[in-house]
């Protein structure tokens, strides 16, 4: 039986604890540090050892040192403002402790001349001798000296005195908690409890020892515990019943075969997946992850075909309106005439929006395009049967939770992510969702010719464009922002866009972060149709636009950026059957880091590796800001150094998934770890 009170302790406000009072436990939630718990992860930076002691002629002046002496004369001057001085030797050397503000009756009373003392402190040298001032470590017991404090980067306003005293109150009132893991996975971690690892975790001589048993065994308690709440809210989803969606294959295979390409085999493989979700009597949760150009559109569309032939209507959202619009005519395109297909725009007419709304509550309209405006409260659907969100990386867990109860119960959902993210952290973001992957690009393209080249070598660059032209092709020219004291500058850009246009006249667009939102669309669309060739801007275009004609991508200042966006801007071409370019420009000579990053650009074009080697490098926080995308923060795990531990957690999820596990025995380390609604629901 778990005994509720044992953890309660752990999750007690803070001032429960002796000598935290009000000011203190504000200081710390300012942290967010609220509970014992989350005390418990405030770990030691490192700390002050004076155990050892070491003869006066060896002191190092500077560091905190212990020394055994003996005092052999009092200097107390009559003076006001002079320290009193005991002067103290030892077989090697002499060594002053000075006291400043201190009555002599206390200096007498820990300095007793002719005894065996140890000091310890911080080491100076004043007038060619050594001294230590105000020494706070002052004892004839040797052993009360002679210890190991931990040091914490502090709180302002709590000590460092204050912080041990806390820890250590909570170590030693830690309750016994009952073990959850099973008898295999602690052998892995020499059988230690979490009790034994949360105290050596503390331990000073253990600061950063990341690959002992107790670090691994508590990160892994971690990993597990995150993957387990996934797990429990993906679980809950599935377990809603709706109404199988029937649908004959041979439908979507002839519209298939009226595309001029044929799939890839991953292409086939998700959507494969997709269509057995959705022919089942659960709800589909799914994931489809791949590079920008792996071809994801057309596996959505296919699927939202099978929707509509099995009677149910289709939602399509994307993040802009020109990724709407592209969608939607391809859907035009492709789809059979007796298909009614929507487009709903914040530009339509009033009329034309109040006639579509209409239609999608009489079910007169089978699939509607748009952005996040689909989903207003005033627009009804009469038989949603699949929700698609293209480019959804911005979204959070619970987002998606919400999400996914949006379409009622008979609705299946279908978000799509175009950034490749290493595989621990997509087990992290997305492990309440099940998982489709393309790896593979279409085999007809020629792929993208990735060069670094110096700014000053910009002339080349020109001479390359030139010929591209020529040959009718499109460039894309990016300028990174300049940041003067936080204010965004767009002097470069426009500095650019002078240069070029001066170059090549009635051929050059700008765009960047202040341009309206209509301009924008104005020139994406002109940019689509071909009526300029060079559309300089800064990185604000989204990459899910399909820019066929488009294959030279200039990036300016590229070292500045960091692998995977240079990947995802990248992205913008090559999605045509044309051989194409990126040109990684900078300034000066590059530093290891960046030349590491442009070597790994210009010999992968594979998002996954790419964001495996990103990580490596930034470490997992960085990658794309994804800690806006409300990704969980590890308190001791790290994605990048514990792989090992992410797959055996893995594993072991799986396998009480198949052996469908009970997993109340994890209660209290999810109800510890991850605080989540859903543990409450778990008997
Ligand atoms: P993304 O995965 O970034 O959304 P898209 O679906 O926009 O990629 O596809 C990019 C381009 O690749 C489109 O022009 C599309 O028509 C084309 N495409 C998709 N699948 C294939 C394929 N199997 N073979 C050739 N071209 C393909
Ligand atoms: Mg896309």
């Known amino acids: 039986m778990i005994n509720n009170n044992t953890y309660n302790y752990l999750l007690s406000d803070l001032k429960k604890l002796k000598g935290i009072g009000i000011k203190t436990s504000n200081l710390l939630k300012k942290k967010k540090i609220n509970t014992i718990f989350d005390l418990l992860w405030k770990l030691p930076k490192s700390y002050t050892d004076r155990s050892i002691s070491t003869k006066i002629k060896d002191l190092k002046i500077g560091e905190t040192q212990t020394v055994t002496l003996i005092p052999y004369k009092y200097n107390f001057p009559r003076i006001r403002n002079l320290p009193n001085r005991v002067n103290c030797k030892d077989d090697t050397g002499l060594l002053d402790c000075v006291f400043f503000n201190s009555y002599e009756g206390y200096v007498k009373k820990i300095l007793p001349l002719d005894k065996e003392i140890t000091v310890s402190g911080k080491i100076n040298h004043f007038r060619n001798k050594y001294q230590i001032t105000n020494p706070k470590y002052v004892s004839q017991d040797a052993s009360l000296v002679k210890d190991k404090h931990n040091k914490y980067s502090l709180t302002e306003g709590i000590s460092e005195k204050v912080y041990n005293n806390i820890i250590n109150q909570i170590l030693k009132n830690l309750p016994k908690l009952e073990e959850w893991h099973n008898p295999n996975i602690l052998k892995k971690f020499n059988n230690i409890s979490w009790n034994e690892a949360i105290i050596k975790l503390h331990l000073p001589k253990n600061v950063g020892n990341y690959k002992s048993d107790f670090y691994q065994r508590l990160a892994y308690d971690e990993i597990l515990s995150s993957f387990l709440v996934h797990t429990e809210i993906r679980r809950k989803i599935k377990k809603i019943k709706k109404q199988k969606k029937i649908f004959d294959l041979k439908d979507q295979n002839k519209l298939l075969s009226r595309l001029d390409f044929k799939l890839t085999n991953d292409q086939k493989k998700t959507l494969d997946e997709i269509n057995i979700d959705l022919k089942s009597d659960h709800k589909m949760f799914r994931l489809l992850q791949g590079d920008v150009g792996s071809g994801k559109t057309i596996v959505s569309l296919a699927a939202a075909y099978n929707i509509i032939k099995s009677g149910y209507q289709v939602a399509v959202m994307a993040p802009t309106e020109i990724l709407a619009r592209q969608h939607f005519s391809l859907a035009k395109k492709i789809f059979d005439k007796n298909i009614n297909i929507g487009l709903l725009s914040s530009k339509s007419e009033y009329k034309e929006k109040k006639i579509i709304i209409k239609k999608l ?120 922002l300049i940041d003067v004291s936080k204010k965004l500058d767009h002097s470069s850009v426009l500095k650019k866009y002078e240069y070029l246009k001066n170059i090549f006249p009635n051929q050059v667009e700008l765009l960047h972060g202040k341009t309206d939102i209509d301009k924008k669309e104005l020139v994406l669309n002109n940019f689509l149709k071909k009526k300029f060739q060079i559309l300089v801007s800064t990185t604000i275009i989204e990459v899910g636009i399909d820019f066929p004609n488009a294959n030279v991508i200039v990036i300016e200042n590229a070292n500045k950026f960091g692998l995977s966006q240079l990947h995802q801007l990248r992205g913008r071409v090559g999605r045509g059957n044309k051989q194409s370019t990126c040109i990684l420009m900078f300034k000066s000579s590059l530093t290891d880091n960046a030349k590491k990053r442009f070597n790994i650009l210009k010999n992968s074009t594979d998002g996954f590796e790419i964001s495996e080697e990103d990580m490596k490098i930034r470490g997992y926080g960085d990658i794309l800001g994804f800690k806006q995308s409300g990704i969980k923060i590890f308190k001791l795990a790290d994605p990048v150094h514990n792989n090992e531990l992410f797959e055996l957690a893995e594993n072991e999820i799986k396998q009480m998934e198949n052996k469908n596990e009970d997993i109340s025995r994890y209660k209290t380390l999810m109800k510890l770890y991850d605080q989540a609604d859903i543990i409450n629901d778990i008997n």
């Open 361 to 480: 509550k009489g079910n007169n309209i089978d699939i509607i395009f748009g952005t996040h405006a689909i989903f207003q409260k005033k627009i009804e659907f009469k038989k949603l049967g699949l929700i698609i969100i293209d480019e959804q990386h911005k979204f959070g867990v619970n987002q998606r939770k919400k999400l996914s109860d949006k379409g009622g119960e008979s609705c299946d959902v279908l978000l799509m992510s175009a950034t490749p993210i290493p595989r621990t952290l997509t087990m992290t973001i997305y492990g309440d969702m099940d998982l489709s992957i393309i790896r593979e690009k279409p085999k007809s393209r020629l792929g993208v010719k990735t060069y670094s080249k110096l700014e000053s070598k910009i002339d080349d660059i020109v001479k390359f464009i030139k010929k591209e032209i020529k040959k009718g092709n499109q460039i894309f020219w990016v300028c990174p």
